[in-house]
C-alpha cells in the first residue's frame, strides 16, 4: 500500500476520479456513468474471496494491476488515499491495518472501467460497462447476492437503516429481501 498526499492525488488521479465518481452517497447511484451494471457486496474492503476473485478478472479484462483507494471526505489527511496492488491480500491489509477501513471509500483504477463506492455502513456496490467477467469469476449473479443478503443484516444498523438496505437494493435492480 502507497499513501498518497493530496497533491499526488490532484496531480494523478483527481481528473480520472471526477470521470468516474458523481459526488453523489453510495445510496444514490455514486458513478457518473448512468448505464454501468452494478452489484452489491458485502463486507467493504473486507471481501469475500470469491467477489475479489470477480474483481481480479473484471481487472484482467480492462489491464488493471492496481486501483485508486480514496477516501473523499479526507478524514485522515495523510492517509486518505492510497495506491493498491489488486491482491485480495492488500486489500484485507488496508480494511484492518489503515484509516481506509473504517470510513466510506471510492475505488477506481486506471482504466477507469470499473469502480467501487463502499458505505460507512460497509457496504460495497461494483460498477462497470459490463459485469460479466465478474459474475463468472464469482460464481454468477445469483451467488454474488447471495453472499451480499448474509451480510447484509449488518448493513444499515447507523441512522440509515432499513430504507438505506431498500434503496441499495432498488438502485441495483436487486429484489427486495
Known sequence: MRFLSEP????????????VFSGREVDERPFRDDTWTMA???GGLRLTAEDFLGIEALARVHG????????????????????????????D???????LGHVGL?????????????DVEGVAVLA???????????????AVLS?????ESTVGFGPKGVA???????????PAA
Open 128 to 142: 462497470a460497462a459490463s459485469l460479466d467477467a465478474f459474475f463468472a469469476a464469482a460464481g454468477g449473479a445469483d
Open 40 to 42: 452489491l457486496l458485502g
Open 147 to 151: 453472499r451480499y443478503a448474509a451480510d
Open 8 to 19: 499526488d492525488f490532484e496531480r494523478d488521479w483527481r481528473v480520472l476520479y471526477g470521470r
Open 164 to 174: 438505506f438496505r431498500r434503496r441499495l437494493r432498488e438502485m441495483v435492480g436487486a
Open 93 to 99: 491489509s488496508a480494511a484492518v491495518g489503515s484509516p
Open 106 to 118: 471510492r475505488i477506481v483504477p486506471p482504466s477507469g472501467m470499473w469502480a467501487v463506492a463502499i
Open 64 to 91: 488493471d494491476h492496481e486501483c485508486l483507494v480514496l477516501d473523499p471526505e479526507w478524514n485522515f489527511e495523510d492517509q486518505a488515499a492510497s495506491v493498491l496492488p489488486l491482491r485480495h491480500s492488500a486489500w
